[in-house]
């Protein structure tokens, strides 16, 4: 009797199709104009994503390249429903969505400790659970007293060692990168990097990576996505898109 094997079914965990994201913003027109020739004042409308599709599969790596502008940070806000979509649809199959990005995601009037709370729980973590956590956020993120202090008084590095501290320990499911690995000290950088190696050794776990360091991506990432003034430009294997994208930038 013939073995044969079944093929494994491939398995997403992340699916954009046809995804449009249009930014608003009012043309400046005087309080004359409006009192007395009553005119509505009038949208300039910006497309910072223009029908952008692509599959994740479950537990790849995808880095994300682009020039600045291009779309990419856009593009996870969105993943991570900050942004809604005007036109397509993103499916992220039900899992837990982590998003580190410098500026989103924290209360600045509230303290470190307390922002773990809030984070922990919009992630779908309980309190128990984060309670479980707390101190060994605290204790990566190196902060120390001014765990208790308002976010509001943090520089960028302190801010994004708390943003990552408190995702890589609670560890969700689908964590979007948006940038972070670069920003903070020297010393932190180098433990950011191991921690994110290490999380991204879970074959569950499905991470995307904004970056500018194609070299980072060139070591974490399994597939690449460019995006270009908002559309895909190429979406392929990492040997194949990193050298196509460098030469463009060049």
Not at 76 to 101: N, R
Request: aromatic fraction near 10%; charged fraction near 30%; include cysteine.
């Amino acid at each position: 009797m013939t073995d044969i094997k079944e093929k494994k079914k491939v398995e997403y965990s992340i699916e954009i199709k046809d995804l449009k994201i249009i930014y608003r913003t009012l043309q400046k027109t005087s309080i004359r104009q409006n009192i007395f020739k009553f005119q509505k004042n009038s949208m300039d409308k910006f497309e910072a994503l223009r029908g952008v599709s692509f599959k994740v599969q479950k537990g790849q790596v995808l880095g994300v390249v682009g020039k600045n502008g291009s779309g990419k940070s856009t593009l996870l806000k969105a993943m991570a429903g900050v942004f809604a979509p005007d036109e397509g649809t993103i499916d992220m199959k039900g899992y837990s969505v982590s998003l580190l990005s410098i500026g989103v995601g924290f209360q600045r009037k509230l303290t470190g400790r307390e922002n773990i709370y809030l984070s922990g729980m919009l992630l779908g973590f309980d309190e128990a659970f984060i309670k479980n956590k707390e101190d060994e956020i605290i204790e990566f993120s190196e902060l120390g007293d001014f765990i208790d202090k308002p976010v509001k008084t943090y520089s960028s590095g302190m801010y994004s060692k708390l943003a990552f501290s408190i995702t890589a320990v609670l560890e969700t499911e689908i964590m979007l990168v948006d940038e972070v690995l670069s920003v903070g000290d020297k010393k932190f950088r180098e433990k950011s990097y191991r921690k994110m190696r290490e999380l991204i050794s879970d074959d569950d776990r499905t991470v995307v990576i904004v970056s500018h360091s194609t070299d980072t991506l060139q070591e974490l990432c399994d597939k690449i996505l460019w995006i270009h003034d908002g559309v895909v430009k190429e979406y392929g294997e990492k040997d194949i898109v990193l050298p196509h994208y460098n030469e463009f930038m060049s």
